[in-house]
Protein backbone atom coordinates (compact mmCIF):
# COMPACT_ATOMS: atom_id res chain seq x y z
CA UNK A 1 0.00 0.00 0.00
CA UNK A 2 1.53 3.39 -1.08
CA UNK A 3 0.42 6.16 1.03
CA UNK A 4 0.78 9.95 -0.58
CA UNK A 5 0.07 12.50 2.09
CA UNK A 6 -1.07 15.22 -0.33
CA UNK A 7 1.17 18.30 -2.05
CA UNK A 8 2.04 16.23 -4.90
CA UNK A 9 1.77 19.24 -7.39
CA UNK A 10 4.23 22.09 -7.61
CA UNK A 11 3.30 25.41 -9.29
CA UNK A 12 6.88 26.51 -8.66
CA UNK A 13 8.19 23.85 -10.74
CA UNK A 14 8.01 25.31 -14.34
CA UNK A 15 7.00 22.06 -16.26
CA UNK A 16 4.44 21.13 -14.04
CA UNK A 17 2.73 25.16 -14.42
CA UNK A 18 3.26 24.85 -18.17
CA UNK A 19 1.79 21.45 -18.74
CA UNK A 20 -0.81 21.38 -16.03
CA UNK A 21 1.05 18.64 -13.90
CA UNK A 22 1.91 16.52 -17.02
CA UNK A 23 4.39 14.60 -15.13
CA UNK A 24 2.91 14.36 -12.09
CA UNK A 25 -0.36 12.61 -13.50
CA UNK A 26 2.10 10.22 -15.34
CA UNK A 27 4.01 9.30 -12.15
CA UNK A 28 0.43 8.59 -10.26
CA UNK A 29 -0.59 6.25 -13.10
CA UNK A 30 2.32 4.45 -13.20
CA UNK A 31 3.26 4.28 -9.23
CA UNK A 32 -0.83 2.94 -9.32
CA UNK A 33 0.13 -0.17 -11.76
CA UNK A 34 2.65 -0.98 -9.20
CA UNK A 35 0.21 -1.20 -5.62
CA UNK A 36 -2.58 0.77 -4.11
CA UNK A 37 -1.96 3.97 -3.79
CA UNK A 38 -4.10 6.07 -1.28
CA UNK A 39 -3.82 9.82 -1.54
CA UNK A 40 -4.94 12.60 0.81
CA UNK A 41 -5.64 15.65 -0.17
CA UNK A 42 -3.10 18.31 1.03
CA UNK A 43 -3.06 22.71 0.36
CA UNK A 44 -1.11 21.77 -3.16
CA UNK A 45 -3.66 19.49 -5.01
CA UNK A 46 -4.84 22.18 -6.77
CA UNK A 47 -1.70 24.18 -7.74
CA UNK A 48 -2.52 24.10 -10.69
CA UNK A 49 -6.18 22.99 -10.73
CA UNK A 50 -8.94 25.57 -10.22
CA UNK A 51 -11.66 22.46 -9.22
CA UNK A 52 -10.30 20.01 -6.18
CA UNK A 53 -13.21 18.36 -7.69
CA UNK A 54 -11.56 17.43 -10.92
CA UNK A 55 -8.45 16.23 -9.23
CA UNK A 56 -10.36 13.68 -6.61
CA UNK A 57 -12.07 12.74 -10.18
CA UNK A 58 -9.15 12.02 -12.25
CA UNK A 59 -7.26 9.96 -9.34
CA UNK A 60 -10.32 8.03 -8.49
CA UNK A 61 -10.41 7.46 -12.41
CA UNK A 62 -6.57 5.92 -12.12
CA UNK A 63 -7.98 3.53 -9.31
CA UNK A 64 -5.98 5.87 -6.23
CA UNK A 65 -7.79 5.75 -2.87
CA UNK A 66 -9.14 9.81 -1.95
CA UNK A 67 -8.83 10.99 1.74
CA UNK A 68 -9.74 14.46 2.69
CA UNK A 69 -12.03 16.03 5.10
CA UNK A 70 -12.47 19.01 3.19
CA UNK A 71 -15.96 20.16 2.54
CA UNK A 72 -17.73 22.55 0.04
CA UNK A 73 -18.35 26.07 1.58
CA UNK A 74 -21.61 26.13 -0.15
CA UNK A 75 -23.36 23.11 1.05
CA UNK A 76 -21.41 21.19 2.97
CA UNK A 77 -20.69 18.19 0.79
CA UNK A 78 -17.51 16.34 1.57
CA UNK A 79 -14.63 16.74 -1.30
CA UNK A 80 -13.88 12.80 -0.74
CA UNK A 81 -14.54 10.51 1.97
CA UNK A 82 -13.01 11.59 5.17
CA UNK A 83 -12.74 7.94 6.39
CA UNK A 84 -12.74 4.49 4.78
CA UNK A 85 -12.80 0.84 5.95
CA UNK A 86 -10.75 -1.48 3.39
CA UNK A 87 -11.03 -5.12 3.85
CA UNK A 88 -8.88 -6.08 0.68
CA UNK A 89 -5.67 -6.72 2.99
CA UNK A 90 -4.56 -9.56 5.45
CA UNK A 91 -5.35 -6.95 8.33
CA UNK A 92 -8.84 -4.83 8.12
CA UNK A 93 -7.71 -1.50 7.53
CA UNK A 94 -9.37 2.03 8.87
CA UNK A 95 -8.26 5.11 6.55
CA UNK A 96 -8.47 8.63 7.43
CA UNK A 97 -7.66 11.61 5.84
CA UNK A 98 -7.29 15.26 7.48
CA UNK A 99 -6.17 18.44 5.50
CA UNK A 100 -4.63 22.07 7.17
CA UNK A 101 -7.11 24.58 7.83
CA UNK A 102 -3.79 27.31 7.15
CA UNK A 103 -6.17 29.03 4.65
CA UNK A 104 -3.21 31.67 3.24
CA UNK A 105 -1.14 28.20 1.81
CA UNK A 106 -4.45 27.48 -0.61
CA UNK A 107 -4.80 29.16 -3.64
CA UNK A 108 -7.37 32.01 -2.96
CA UNK A 109 -9.87 30.15 -5.59
CA UNK A 110 -9.96 27.08 -2.77
CA UNK A 111 -10.26 29.57 -0.18
CA UNK A 112 -13.36 30.57 -2.19
CA UNK A 113 -15.30 27.37 -2.61
CA UNK A 114 -14.02 25.38 0.28
CA UNK A 115 -14.24 24.83 4.04
CA UNK A 116 -10.82 23.49 5.85
CA UNK A 117 -11.60 21.96 9.32
CA UNK A 118 -9.97 22.46 12.18
CA UNK A 119 -6.94 19.86 12.67
CA UNK A 120 -7.13 19.39 16.37
CA UNK A 121 -10.81 19.94 16.91
CA UNK A 122 -11.32 17.29 13.79
CA UNK A 123 -8.85 15.32 15.11
CA UNK A 124 -10.66 14.53 18.75
CA UNK A 125 -13.84 13.59 16.58
CA UNK A 126 -11.80 11.20 14.39
CA UNK A 127 -10.08 9.64 17.92
CA UNK A 128 -13.32 9.12 19.75
CA UNK A 129 -15.02 7.73 16.17
CA UNK A 130 -12.00 4.99 15.55
CA UNK A 131 -12.53 3.97 19.62
CA UNK A 132 -16.17 3.81 19.25
CA UNK A 133 -15.69 1.68 15.88
CA UNK A 134 -16.74 -1.85 15.82
CA UNK A 135 -14.60 -2.13 12.48
CA UNK A 136 -11.97 -4.49 13.95
CA UNK A 137 -8.21 -4.26 12.42
CA UNK A 138 -5.28 -1.28 11.88
CA UNK A 139 -5.77 2.66 11.80
CA UNK A 140 -3.79 4.57 9.17
CA UNK A 141 -4.33 8.35 9.33
CA UNK A 142 -2.58 10.52 7.06
CA UNK A 143 -2.63 14.01 8.74
CA UNK A 144 -1.49 17.16 6.90
CA UNK A 145 -2.70 19.36 9.32
CA UNK A 146 0.91 20.15 11.20
CA UNK A 147 3.01 18.62 13.58
CA UNK A 148 0.53 20.42 16.39
CA UNK A 149 -2.22 18.97 15.46
CA UNK A 150 -0.41 15.58 14.88
CA UNK A 151 1.11 16.07 18.80
CA UNK A 152 -2.57 16.55 20.27
CA UNK A 153 -3.92 13.40 18.02
CA UNK A 154 -1.14 10.56 18.34
CA UNK A 155 -2.01 11.42 21.99
CA UNK A 156 -5.75 10.50 21.51
CA UNK A 157 -5.17 7.60 18.80
CA UNK A 158 -6.04 3.79 20.09
CA UNK A 159 -3.87 1.02 20.31
CA UNK A 160 -2.94 0.24 16.78
CA UNK A 161 -2.55 3.26 14.68
CA UNK A 162 -0.09 4.70 12.20
CA UNK A 163 -0.28 8.38 11.78
CA UNK A 164 1.74 9.76 9.00
CA UNK A 165 2.00 13.67 9.14
CA UNK A 166 2.76 16.50 6.77
CA UNK A 167 2.58 20.12 5.87
CA UNK A 168 5.86 20.92 7.82
CA UNK A 169 8.60 19.50 5.75
CA UNK A 170 10.22 18.02 8.70
CA UNK A 171 11.59 14.20 9.21
CA UNK A 172 10.32 12.84 12.44
CA UNK A 173 9.36 9.30 14.23
CA UNK A 174 7.36 9.34 17.42
CA UNK A 175 7.11 5.69 18.64
CA UNK A 176 4.36 4.23 21.36
CA UNK A 177 3.36 0.95 22.32
CA UNK A 178 1.29 -0.47 19.34
CA UNK A 179 1.54 3.29 17.73
CA UNK A 180 4.16 5.34 15.31
CA UNK A 181 3.75 8.72 14.00
CA UNK A 182 6.09 9.64 11.24
CA UNK A 183 6.98 12.82 9.23
CA UNK A 184 8.15 11.78 6.19
CA UNK A 185 10.68 14.85 4.92
CA UNK A 186 9.45 16.31 1.60
CA UNK A 187 10.27 16.78 -1.45
CA UNK A 188 10.39 13.01 -2.51
CA UNK A 189 13.69 12.91 -0.71
CA UNK A 190 12.97 9.23 0.96
CA UNK A 191 10.65 6.81 1.31
CA UNK A 192 9.26 5.25 4.48
CA UNK A 193 8.81 1.45 4.46
CA UNK A 194 6.30 0.49 7.51
CA UNK A 195 5.42 -3.28 7.68
CA UNK A 196 2.63 -3.86 10.37
CA UNK A 197 2.08 -7.28 11.43
CA UNK A 198 -0.59 -8.36 13.34
CA UNK A 199 0.61 -11.38 16.55
CA UNK A 200 -2.16 -13.07 18.33
CA UNK A 201 -0.84 -13.01 21.61
CA UNK A 202 1.29 -9.79 21.27
CA UNK A 203 -1.12 -7.36 19.25
CA UNK A 204 0.35 -4.67 16.88
CA UNK A 205 3.81 -5.24 15.37
CA UNK A 206 5.41 -1.91 14.22
CA UNK A 207 8.32 -1.50 12.20
CA UNK A 208 9.57 1.47 10.49
CA UNK A 209 13.01 1.79 8.03
CA UNK A 210 13.82 4.91 6.36
CA UNK A 211 15.03 4.55 2.43
CA UNK A 212 17.02 7.83 1.21
CA UNK A 213 15.87 8.20 -2.52
CA UNK A 214 18.92 8.30 -3.60
CA UNK A 215 19.56 3.94 -2.48
CA UNK A 216 15.98 3.29 -3.64
CA UNK A 217 16.92 1.54 -6.16
CA UNK A 218 17.66 1.78 -10.18
CA UNK A 219 15.59 4.59 -12.19
CA UNK A 220 12.52 3.30 -13.43
CA UNK A 221 12.93 3.78 -17.33
CA UNK A 222 9.42 4.39 -18.05
CA UNK A 223 9.02 7.45 -16.14
CA UNK A 224 12.36 9.01 -16.83
CA UNK A 225 11.27 8.90 -20.56
CA UNK A 226 8.14 10.64 -19.68
CA UNK A 227 10.34 13.19 -17.68
CA UNK A 228 12.79 13.82 -20.45
CA UNK A 229 9.99 14.10 -23.01
CA UNK A 230 8.02 16.72 -20.93
CA UNK A 231 11.28 18.51 -20.51
CA UNK A 232 12.17 18.85 -24.36
CA UNK A 233 8.24 20.09 -24.86
CA UNK A 234 8.02 22.15 -21.42
CA UNK A 235 11.35 23.50 -20.88
CA UNK A 236 13.22 26.81 -22.46
CA UNK A 237 16.84 27.29 -23.99
CA UNK A 238 16.93 29.34 -20.58
CA UNK A 239 15.78 26.92 -18.59
CA UNK A 240 18.30 24.61 -19.07
CA UNK A 241 21.22 26.63 -19.52
CA UNK A 242 24.37 25.50 -16.68
CA UNK A 243 24.44 28.89 -14.42
CA UNK A 244 27.32 27.43 -11.92
CA UNK A 245 28.55 24.24 -10.52
CA UNK A 246 28.36 23.48 -6.95
CA UNK A 247 31.47 22.04 -5.77
CA UNK A 248 29.67 19.65 -3.73
CA UNK A 249 26.42 17.80 -2.60
CA UNK A 250 24.13 18.53 0.78
CA UNK A 251 21.48 16.52 2.29
CA UNK A 252 17.83 18.07 3.07
CA UNK A 253 18.95 20.09 5.86
CA UNK A 254 22.63 20.47 4.79
CA UNK A 255 20.84 22.28 1.92
CA UNK A 256 18.76 24.90 3.83
CA UNK A 257 21.79 25.80 5.83
CA UNK A 258 23.97 25.85 2.98
CA UNK A 259 21.04 28.41 1.22
CA UNK A 260 21.17 30.79 4.47
CA UNK A 261 24.91 30.84 4.55
CA UNK A 262 24.97 32.25 0.91
CA UNK A 263 22.68 34.82 2.25
CA UNK A 264 23.91 35.74 5.27
CA UNK A 265 27.42 36.17 3.50
CA UNK A 266 25.78 37.80 0.48
CA UNK A 267 23.97 40.24 2.16
CA UNK A 268 26.68 41.16 4.96
CA UNK A 269 23.99 40.57 7.83
CA UNK A 270 24.28 39.88 11.28
CA UNK A 271 21.66 37.20 11.13
CA UNK A 272 19.28 35.63 8.31
CA UNK A 273 15.93 34.04 8.69
CA UNK A 274 13.78 32.18 5.88
CA UNK A 275 11.13 30.09 6.63
CA UNK A 276 12.09 26.10 6.12
CA UNK A 277 9.29 25.50 3.16
CA UNK A 278 11.39 28.02 1.39
CA UNK A 279 13.23 25.45 0.61
CA UNK A 280 12.65 22.15 -1.99
CA UNK A 281 15.33 19.63 -3.60
CA UNK A 282 18.65 19.03 -2.33
CA UNK A 283 21.70 21.10 -3.97
CA UNK A 284 23.90 18.40 -6.02
CA UNK A 285 27.43 18.09 -6.34
CA UNK A 286 28.02 19.08 -10.47
CA UNK A 287 26.50 21.73 -12.98
CA UNK A 288 23.47 23.24 -11.65
CA UNK A 289 20.85 24.36 -14.48
CA UNK A 290 18.77 27.11 -13.83
CA UNK A 291 15.60 25.52 -13.56
CA UNK A 292 16.91 23.58 -10.68
CA UNK A 293 16.86 26.85 -8.90
CA UNK A 294 12.54 26.53 -8.61
CA UNK A 295 12.94 23.75 -6.56
CA UNK A 296 16.22 24.95 -4.89
CA UNK A 297 13.94 27.80 -3.45
CA UNK A 298 10.50 27.49 -4.23
CA UNK A 299 9.52 31.12 -3.49
CA UNK A 300 12.30 33.64 -4.81
CA UNK A 301 12.28 37.64 -3.51
CA UNK A 302 14.39 39.86 -2.19
CA UNK A 303 15.37 40.25 1.52
CA UNK A 304 13.37 41.90 4.26
CA UNK A 305 15.57 43.33 6.94
CA UNK A 306 14.68 45.44 10.66
CA UNK A 307 16.70 45.81 13.28
CA UNK A 308 16.60 44.03 16.47
CA UNK A 309 17.53 43.83 20.14
CA UNK A 310 20.14 41.21 21.11
CA UNK A 311 17.26 39.81 23.61
CA UNK A 312 14.78 39.72 20.78
CA UNK A 313 17.52 37.81 18.54
CA UNK A 314 17.91 35.32 21.27
CA UNK A 315 14.40 34.63 21.56
CA UNK A 316 14.15 34.14 17.89
CA UNK A 317 17.26 32.10 17.54
CA UNK A 318 15.81 29.71 20.52
CA UNK A 319 12.74 28.67 18.12
CA UNK A 320 14.71 28.50 14.81
CA UNK A 321 16.55 25.28 13.31
CA UNK A 322 13.38 23.25 14.98
CA UNK A 323 14.62 20.07 12.53
CA UNK A 324 17.32 19.88 15.36
CA UNK A 325 14.79 18.87 18.02
CA UNK A 326 14.03 15.40 18.54
CA UNK A 327 11.32 15.43 21.08
CA UNK A 328 8.44 16.67 19.49
CA UNK A 329 6.69 18.54 22.42
CA UNK A 330 9.04 22.08 21.56
CA UNK A 331 8.16 22.07 17.99
CA UNK A 332 5.66 24.72 16.50
CA UNK A 333 5.46 23.20 13.33
CA UNK A 334 7.02 25.46 9.97
CA UNK A 335 10.04 27.28 11.56
CA UNK A 336 12.90 29.24 10.09
CA UNK A 337 16.44 27.52 9.06
CA UNK A 338 18.83 30.65 10.76
CA UNK A 339 22.07 31.43 11.21
CA UNK A 340 22.71 33.75 14.26
CA UNK A 341 25.75 35.77 15.43
CA UNK A 342 28.04 33.13 17.84
CA UNK A 343 27.64 35.70 20.99
CA UNK A 344 24.43 37.65 21.25
CA UNK A 345 24.54 41.16 23.40
CA UNK A 346 21.49 41.45 24.79
CA UNK A 347 21.50 45.08 24.76
CA UNK A 348 23.10 45.46 21.31
CA UNK A 349 21.17 46.06 17.89
CA UNK A 350 21.24 43.92 14.85
CA UNK A 351 20.25 43.52 11.55
CA UNK A 352 17.80 41.11 10.87
CA UNK A 353 17.56 40.25 6.98
CA UNK A 354 14.12 37.55 6.31
CA UNK A 355 12.54 36.47 3.28
CA UNK A 356 9.03 38.31 2.54
CA UNK A 357 6.53 35.08 3.66
CA UNK A 358 8.69 35.67 7.10
CA UNK A 359 7.97 39.64 7.61
CA UNK A 360 4.64 39.64 6.94
CA UNK A 361 2.56 40.89 10.40
CA UNK A 362 0.83 37.55 10.39
CA UNK A 363 3.47 35.22 10.18
CA UNK A 364 5.68 36.87 12.68
CA UNK A 365 5.03 35.65 15.66
CA UNK A 366 4.98 31.83 14.82
CA UNK A 367 8.02 31.96 12.47
CA UNK A 368 9.71 34.22 14.60
CA UNK A 369 8.35 34.33 18.21
CA UNK A 370 8.18 38.24 18.16
CA UNK A 371 6.04 40.64 16.70
CA UNK A 372 4.91 43.98 15.22
CA UNK A 373 8.65 44.27 13.65
CA UNK A 374 8.85 46.80 11.11
CA UNK A 375 9.96 45.36 8.05
CA UNK A 376 11.35 46.84 4.82
CA UNK A 377 13.57 45.39 1.52
CA UNK A 378 16.76 45.49 1.10
CA UNK A 379 17.24 47.57 -2.19
CA UNK A 380 20.82 45.78 -2.65
CA UNK A 381 19.25 41.99 -2.54
CA UNK A 382 16.31 41.31 -4.66
CA UNK A 383 16.64 37.69 -5.68
CA UNK A 384 17.82 34.35 -3.01
CA UNK A 385 18.24 32.56 -6.71
CA UNK A 386 20.67 34.88 -7.74
CA UNK A 387 22.83 34.91 -4.99
CA UNK A 388 23.03 31.05 -5.33
CA UNK A 389 23.79 31.25 -8.95
CA UNK A 390 26.40 34.23 -7.33
CA UNK A 391 28.09 31.87 -5.10
CA UNK A 392 27.98 28.97 -7.64
CA UNK A 393 31.50 28.05 -8.89
Given at each position: ??L ?36 N ?188 D ?59 R ?61 T ?7 A ?18 D ?11 D???
Amino acid sequence: LVLINGDIFESGNVVTARSEGVVEWQFLERLSQMAPVVVNIGNHEGAVEDDLREVVRRLKELGIVVLSNITSAADGSALADATLNVSDFRIPLTLAGMATNDLNTYRQVHRDQWSFPDPIAYGDQLAEQLFLSSFSGFNIILNHGGIVSDRHLFDALPYGSLLIGGHDHLIHRQDAPGKLALHTGWWGAQIDKVVITQHPDKGWKIDHEVIPLSQAGSVDAVMAAEIADAEAIYLTESDRAIVGHSAQSFDAVGTMHEIVRIIHEAGGYDAVCINNTTFGSHLTEGPVRKVALNSLIRFDGAMQTTQVTGAQLSAIRAIANQHGLSDWANRTGEYVVGQFPNVINPDTLYTLAVNGWVALPFNQQRFLGVQNLAFSQDPTFESMRQAIIDALD
